[in-house]
T-cell receptor
């Protein structure tokens, strides 16, 4: 049990649908991350939230919209996605106290398929 | 440039063989941290080890060992007497710290298949 949960674990959606991915951490961390893992590609950092403020948006298309309402929850809102957006979406969290010493803990991921 | 290279895409071994996964990194920072993560079929990334740039001591944890060499910018991972449960994708990562938060730069991963 890493303390980072993600729902749903699997999602199939059409290109015109709107859906949201949810991430929740119970570790008292105050930084949260979204990563995308496509087949045969390195893990790509999408967004970083630190103290509920978005501090990095890694050139992600606007059809992905993150939301961090509090330090324990992170959402990724999806709309009008493309088939190439099919991937494993991983959430991670990390404490910022202690500076660079803390590890990122990852959730199990949401396997997204866009038809 | 900040970059991590895992040149081995896939490795296949028979149980009880030793196997080494290579990792080469590039960074302009003088202080940095390197990580190895394991990703089993379930998808979750499991933290294995962190190493900071000031500590070049090799580390051993059970069947796992890590060889960090700054001179060659490498941080290799060896599994001794591999087991089927070691089958997974292994990622090496470089952490950069900027603006009050960290981000990880991952290598492409090495898929390890251990056969009985």
């Amino acid at each position: 049990e890493t303390g980072v949960t993600q729902t749903p674990r699997h999602l199939v959606m059409g290109m015109t649908n709107k859906k949201s991915l949810k991430c929740e951490q119970h570790l008292g961390h105050n930084a949260m991350y979204w990563y995308k893992q496509s087949a045969k590609k390195p893990l790509e950092l999408m967004f970083v939230y630190s103290l509920e403020e978005r501090v990095e948006n890694n050139s992600v298309p606007s059809r992905f919209s993150p939301e961090c309402p509090n330090s324990s929850h992170l959402f990724l809102h999806l709309h009008t996605l493309q088939p190439e957006d099919s991937a494993l979406y991983l959430c991670a969290s990390q404490g910022t106290s202690g500076g660079p010493y803390n590890e990122q803990f990852f959730g199990p991921g949401t396997r997204l398929t866009v038809l | 440039a900040q970059k991590v290279t895992q040149a081995q895409t896939e490795i296949s071994v028979v149980e009880k063989e030793d196997v080494t996964l290579d990792c080469v990194y590039e960074t302009r920072d003088t202080t940095y941290y390197l990580f190895w993560y394991k990703q089993p079929p379930s998808g979750e990334l499991v933290f294995l080890i962190r190493r900071n740039s000031f500590d070049e001591q090799n580390e051993i944890s059970g069947r796992y060992s890590w060889n960090f060499q700054k001179s060659t910018s490498s941080f290799n991972f060896t599994i001794t007497a591999s087991q089927v449960v070691d089958s997974a994708v292994y990622f090496c990562a470089l952490r950069v710290y900027s603006g009050g938060y960290n981000k990880l730069i991952f290598g492409a991963g090495t898929r390890l298949a251990v056969h009985p």
